[in-house]
Nanobody
Framework: QVQLVESGGGLVQAGGSLRLSCAAS????????MGWFRQAPGKEREFVAT????????DYADSMKGRFTISRDNAKDTVYLQMNSLKPEDTAVYYC???????????????WGQGTQVTVSS
């Protein structure tokens, strides 16, 4: 059974930081790109960041560039999202995903976690 389990979400004040983790189990994700998406109430799921298997390629949504950093530890089957300078508009459920291509569309990812809530207060 494939599982992606996110952790690290919570409540933080504007300007603060959080580090999300996503642990994969149940199968090897060797060669897979990993991504982070988020979904706020009443909005569509949106791309946050993606990272290739060898971490040689990363991509970010424009609004996250310079504030968020995606990384991965393949030995631990874990991907991370370091979020700094958080804003109230970053409030959403954050999902990690795995897929064969490092693209930005949710349809390009085959496996999804259940999500972790991030709330940024003003």
């Amino acid at each position: 059974q494939v599982q992606l389990v996110e952790s690290g979400g919570g409540l933080v004040q504007a300007g603060g930081s959080l580090r999300l983790s996503c642990a994969a189990s149940g199968r090897t994700f060797r060669g897979y790109a990993m991504g982070w998406f988020r979904q706020a109430p009443g909005k569509e799921r949106e791309f946050v960041a993606t990272i290739s298997w060898f971490s040689s390629s990363t991509d970010y949504a424009d609004s996250m560039k310079g504030r968020f950093t995606i990384s991965r530890d393949n030995a631990k089957d874990t991907v991370y999202l370091q979020m700094n300078s958080l804003k109230p508009e970053d409030t959403a459920v954050y999902y990690c995903a795995a897929g064969p291509y490092g693209r930005s569309a949710p349809a390009d990812f085959d496996y999804w976690g259940q999500g972790t809530q991030v709330t940024v207060s003003s």
